[in-house]
């Protein structure tokens, strides 16, 4: 016991501080792969990182794991607040640990940068998975915008996969742009449920419904029960309206009660028919090229706009302009025109 006799808070935070400045990239890179889960931790906070320096480590970490093989299944859990989307995963983490499988929770949470998001609550939520050795939770990242925190999540998962997590769960909450954010990193895209008094459809948006490989109706138990199968039948009903996916996949609809963990192996199941069959189609590799193409662009888009905004010269212009165009002075076409040219002119 000596030898922590002189080692307050303040030493340990101290001792902390100076551990995390030594290790390099290689390092870092060699126990995410050893599957050294606060490596992976620490790796992530690289890539959630705004400083230049921890962006630079952040990427190369990222062309590091990128070079690993992987046979992951990524997917994405959606449904609004409240709906069990987090004790659903909760319950299909057992599942898929029972099947020797090792799995990643992430989250994607526009809002958590203001209100700190729901995701203080997941951890509540998954009381019996934080203690479990296979399994890694990572609360959303922070972010001013969706396209900040939905790269940040990318990047993670190939981090995760790297370090050997081959069962990626990412839950977003079920409203605005999110969804298409996580549908478009993900291989199957869940949307979970509740029965209501026979008005499933209605307000329904038609995206999501489209976007959906399955629809599981949560919280089918006790006087529940009926209405979650009458709702079942509907929008099986509702899907069949819809054109064939091009994966080759009939959506499905089910229920479950998270709380009872009924319904949660069939879930589970029903991933494994998806996976097979789009691995047989060859579905699942192409599917996974055309987000990377699309991730590519929409990284583009992001760093072009980053550039044409952050500058200072540009943002004095902007001002100018926004002024003229107030006030009729200039029509917002020509406005723009004009600053675009001087943003090239700028570049030379
Ligand atoms: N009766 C019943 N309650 C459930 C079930 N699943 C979840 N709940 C309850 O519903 C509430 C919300 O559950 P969460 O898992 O936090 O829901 P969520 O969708 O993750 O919520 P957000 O993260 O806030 O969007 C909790 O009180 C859960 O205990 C279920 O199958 N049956
Ligand atoms: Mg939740």
């Known amino acids: 016991m000596g030898n922590i006799k002189n080692t307050g808070e303040k030493g340990v935070a101290k001792v902390r501080a100076h551990r995390k400045k030594k290790i390099s990239v290689k ?37 590091n794991c990128l070079a690993v093989p992987n046979n992951s299944i990524r ?9 069990g989307k987090s004790t659903f995963i909760e319950a299909l983490g057992k599942t898929i640990l029972a099947a020797k499988k090792k799995v990643a929770i992430l989250a994607v949470d526009p809002s958590s940068s203001i209100s700190k998001g729901s995701i203080l609550g997941d951890k509540t939520r998954m009381q019996e998975l934080v203690k479990e050795s296979n399994v890694f939770i990572r609360p959303s990242p922070s972010g001013d915008s969706l396209g900040g925190v939905a790269r940040k999540t990318r990047e993670s998962i190939i981090l995760c996969e790297a370090a050997g997590y081959n069962c990626i769960l990412i839950e977003t909450v079920g409203v605005g742009q999110s969804e298409i954010a996580v549908h478009s990193m993900v291989d199957f895209f869940l949307l979970l449920k509740l029965a209501g008094a026979g008005d499933e459809l209605q307000g329904m948006k038609r995206g999501i419904m489209e976007m959906a490989d399955a629809i599981v109706i949560n919280k089918a138990e006790g006087d529940n029960l009926k209405r979650a199968l009458k709702a079942e039948v509907e929008f099986e009903r509702a899907l069949q309206l819809y054109p064939p996916k091009e994966n080759g996949w009939l959506p499905k609809v089910s229920t479950c009660s998270a709380l009872d963990q009924t319904g949660i192996e069939e879930v589970w199941v029903m991933f494994l028919e998806y996976f097979k069959l789009v691995h047989e189609n060859g579905f699942w590799s192409t599917n996974r090229e055309k987000q990377n193409q699309y991730w590519f662009r929409q990284t583009v888009d992001d760093l072009l706009k980053q550039h044409f905004y952050l500058s200072p010269s540009i943002k004095e212009e902007l001002a100018q302009y926004m002024s003229r ?13 004009e600053l675009l040219a001087y943003y090239k002119q700028e570049l030379k």
Do not use: M, W
């Open 75 to 83: 997917i994405g859990i959606t449904g609004v607040p409240g709906v």
């Open 27 to 63: 390092e870092l890179t060699s126990k995410i792969l050893a599957g050294e889960k606060s490596a992976l931790a620490r790796a992530i906070t690289l890539v959630e990182s705004k400083a230049e320096e921890d962006q630079k480590k952040a990427n190369q970490l990222i062309e």
């Open 325 to 337: 165009v107030s006030q009729n002075k200039i029509s917002p076409f020509r406005a723009a025109e």
